[in-house]
């Protein structure tokens, strides 16, 4: 059974940081793009970043941009989401996704085909 699992997520103050780990089972992701993305309440999921599959390129969310990292370690099957200076409205639900194999970074959600169960991120002001 293939599984992604977050973990990392939690309550942190404005212009704090956390750190996300996404780890996959059942199957190596090491040859896919891996990608980060979000929920708020009421509002539709969005990306926030991207890894093609040697890691070589990125992508993110312009409001995120120098603020998070996101990063993979190939031989643990895992992808991390380096997140500081938050703010409030980075508070959602973070969710891991895995897309296509030897392709480059994918922002659409319809590029990514395993999804994780999400982890909550809550920036108090």
């Known amino acids: 059974q293939v599984e992604l699992v977050e973990s990392g997520g939690g309550l942190v103050q404005a212009g704090g940081s956390l750190r996300l780990s996404c780890t996959a089972s059942?199957?190596?992701?090491?040859?896919?793009?891996m990608g980060w993305f979000r929920q708020a309440p009421g509002k539709e999921r969005e990306f926030v970043a991207a890894?093609?599959?040697?890691?070589?390129?990125?992508a993110y969310k312009d409001s995120v941009k120098a603020r998070f990292t996101i990063s993979r370690n190939n031989p643990n099957n895992t992808v991390y989401l380096q997140m500081n200076s938050l703010k409030p409205e980075d508070t959602a639900v973070y969710y891991c996704a895995a897309g296509t194999a030897y392709s480059g970074v994918a922002l659409s959600n319809i590029r990514y085909t395993y999804w994780g169960q999400g982890t909550q991120v809550t920036v108090s002001s």
């Open positions: 059942g199957r190596t992701f090491s040859r896919n793009t």
């Open positions: 890894i093609s599959w040697p890691g070589i390129s990125t």
